[in-house]
């Protein structure tokens, strides 16, 4: 589904189950990575160098049994596993008390922003592993690449003039109360061009808010592997407003409007939920319930790019509350940006999204900040009912 050729990211991004096809699935025996067989970057206790340029080192996996019924399962024993590698100090700084609710929002965009939890930098080659695999267990395999292809994008901006400040080492990993398939607890990732706030509550996932972008946007190369982690996600949008003819797609353009990033972005550490949203006449675009059979399986196909990154456990009931036909009746496609130029992602400030009564995804496409003269995406993906689980 993404487009991606995988080779190994100098490759401690080979973790838990990645070849093993029951990972993500129900009924499911698992493994889950203790150490990858190499690693990229500069962990605090195993690197070969000291100094902020990426080095390769070899180590030997192991790994441990992990027998799993459901996906919640497969993620709480991924994330006591990684727990299991910390020690007592890690540990008191990557969980978080459930009630704090500033946590829960603090996530960020940007680089170089306090984040809840450890960065992948400070953690040995284990950890990091263990980390990897909490991340492989809460995504699909699509989401996943997506994943692995955010931070690859971040190595190559620090290859690009970027500087130290671009770089895989500096995303986070933190949970939100205590690992457990009944209770209520979250995990966050988080870094730039990234934030999974993914909230479990009695065993059920909820994957909003979700920000993922990427400069470049095109697919690029570094370490002999290609990658475009949004090119599905861009394309998938651009191909709903295709499938509209003229005057629909006129209906569609929100005149008087212009955008320079998402409307509803960062938290920030909040504590409450926005309230950013359109409401009543303020909700614009085109009923996706007017549309004709091809041009909504169309806008299905756009929201899967995002609700689909998450496994099935999660993301299945998820389409069918936002494709029913209640709340399709409810269901605005919008765009803004140069109406000369049209849904063109080259174009900076083009703006799409998909606003339901319950699902709102955005994206926006702005120029590059360390790759000039060419646009680059942020989206959104939040669900106004159920962010965080419902738990502010």
Request: glycine residues 8%.
């Amino acid at each position: 589904m993404k487009q991606f050729t995988y080779l190994p990211l100098s490759s401690w991004v080979m973790t838990a189950c990645l070849l093993l096809s029951g990972c993500n699935g129900s009924s499911s025996s698992t493994m889950v990575t203790t150490a990858a067989d190499t690693t990229t970057g500069t962990s605090s206790s195993t690197s070969t160098s000291t100094s902020s340029t990426s080095t390769t080192s070899t180590t030997t996996a192991t790994t441990t049994p992990c027998t799993a019924s459901t996906n919640i399962a497969t993620v709480v024993c991924a994330a006591n596993a990684f727990l299991a590698t910390l020690t007592t100090s890690e540990q008191s700084t990557v969980v978080v008390d459930w009630s704090n609710a500033t946590a829960k929002t603090t996530w960020s965009n940007l680089p170089n922003v306090t984040r809840n939890g450890l960065r992948l930098g400070a953690l040995d080659t284990d950890s990091r592993a263990a980390a990897m695999a909490v991340a492989k267990a809460v995504l699909s395999d699509a989401g996943y690449t997506d994943f692995v292809g955010i931070l690859a994008a971040d190595n190559y901006l620090g290859t690009q003039g970027g500087g130290s400040g671009y770089s895989a080492d500096n995303y986070h990993i933190a949970f939100i109360g205590t690992p457990s398939t009944t209770g209520d607890w979250m995990v966050q990732i988080g870094g730039h061009h990234l934030a999974y706030n993914v909230t479990y509550r009695a065993g059920i996932g909820y994957p909003t808010p979700n920000h993922i972008g990427s400069e470049p946007k095109a697919s690029f190369e570094i370490n002999s592997a290609t990658y475009a982690p949004l090119a599905d996600e861009g394309n998938a949008l651009v191909a709903m407003f295709k499938g509209l003819d003229a005057t629909q797609l006129s209906s569609a353009y929100l005149s008087g409007e212009s955008y320079a990033d998402v409307l509803v972005g960062p938290d920030n550490g909040s504590a409450v939920l926005p309230m950013d949203y359109p409401v009543g006449a303020n909700r614009r675009g085109v009923l996706v319930s007017s549309l004709n059979t091809t041009q909504k399986a169309l806008v299905t196909a756009a929201m899967q790019q995002w609700v689909s990154d998450y496994p099935t456990d999660v993301s299945n009931g998820l389409l069918s509350v936002y494709t029913s036909d209640a709340a399709l009746a409810d269901t605005y496609i919008a765009w803004a940006g140069n109406q000369t130029s049209g849904v063109n992602v080259d174009v900076k400030g083009t703006y799409m999204r998909i606003d339901g009564p319950r699902l709102w995804i955005e994206l926006i496409c702005q120029n590059g900040f360390v790759i000039r003269n060419t646009t680059h995406y942020h989206t959104m993906y939040r669900d106004k009912t159920m962010d965080y689980g419902n738990s502010l």
